[in-house]
């Protein structure tokens, strides 16, 4: 018997071909959003989407359209899409929802140089976005998720979690509190610190969300998102198995890299960063959470074997607790 979730999923794919072949007939074309991607040793981590987009309009001129109109898209599955990154061209593919996923080899010589344009190309459009690449020697590093960690949302209160999504703009959502110098903190001292965000939140808010982390000054870095939607076992995507997962193939890919791990008390994060911390041995150097409701003053300590679980009202109180955790 047929599940539930396979046939909403099995519908899903239906009505985004039906839309995709309309709108190919009225001249829609493949384009490619590019976004922040990550690397180190020698290879890079290349993310994007395939849109459908009208004849001479982009993707990237929705990522100024406010609220709920960025979620208006028509993903563009399995489409050809040619990578260029230090010169070097590749041909890849788009997944069954239009995402782009990659990892590629780089030339000798580049994994020092901490940022990297890639440019995606995709019929005759195109578009770019950075490649933050850790020193080759990194020893540390930052986890970081967004909703209520670095970007006050309020998640506990869905209406107004909704209302903040769909509806404000992002040029006027607002950061948390002692953030910025929380995570410049926890980036200084070192070259190339690499710094990935990462979050439930999906890809239709990749543009709205790195532009409010370069305008709020939050260290630049890779962003890892997710696609909203039925799956082949769910009605909604599992964002605990997208952390989950996303948590592992760093530990992978940076094998070198002790993570400082900054969340919030609103959803999963306490109980995904210590699942990681168990299962990454070693690789956990510290596990900080924004708490909300707690009271002003120092933060509260509790340890998950030697790591530190630190929570705090804010990025202030979280940073006055760093010097104590060495």
Known sequence: MVSLPVLARRADDAVRTTLSRLARRRGW???????PGYGSGGQVRVLGRVLLAPPGAHPEERRAVPGWQRFLTLESPHSEV?????????????????????????????ADQGQLTVVLHAGTRSTSAPVHL????????????????VLVTGIATPLRAAWRTFVQPMQTRQAVPGMVALLRELTSGAPHVPVVYLSNGPWNLAGPLAAF???????????????????????FRD????????????????????W?????TGEHDPQLYREFVTAAPGR???????????????????????????????GETLAAALPALD
């Open 29 to 35: 074309t493949p384009a490619v959003l590019a976004h």
């Open 82 to 110: 040619e990578v260029e990154v230090a010169g070097q061209r590749h041909r890849v593919r788009s997944d069954a929802d239009g995402l782009v996923d990659v990892t590629l080899d780089l030339p000798a010589g580049l």
């Open 134 to 149: 850790a020193s080759p020697d990194a020893a540390r590093g930052v986890v970081c998720d967004i909703d209520d960690t």
């Open 213 to 235: 982390l370069e305008r709020s000054g939050f260290p630049p870095g890779a962003l890892l998102l997710t696609d909203w939607g039925p799956s082949p076992t769910r009605w």
């Open 239 to 258: 964002g605990r198995a997208h952390k989950r997962a996303a948590l592992l193939r760093l530990a992978d890919d940076l094998p070198g890299v002790c």
């Open 260 to 264: 400082t791990l900054v969340g919030d």
């Open 284 to 314: 956990v150097r510290a596990v900080l959470l924004r708490d909300g409701a707690a009271p002003a003053g120092a933060a509260r300590v509790e340890r998950i074997g030697a790591v530190p679980l630190v929570y705090g009202r804010d």
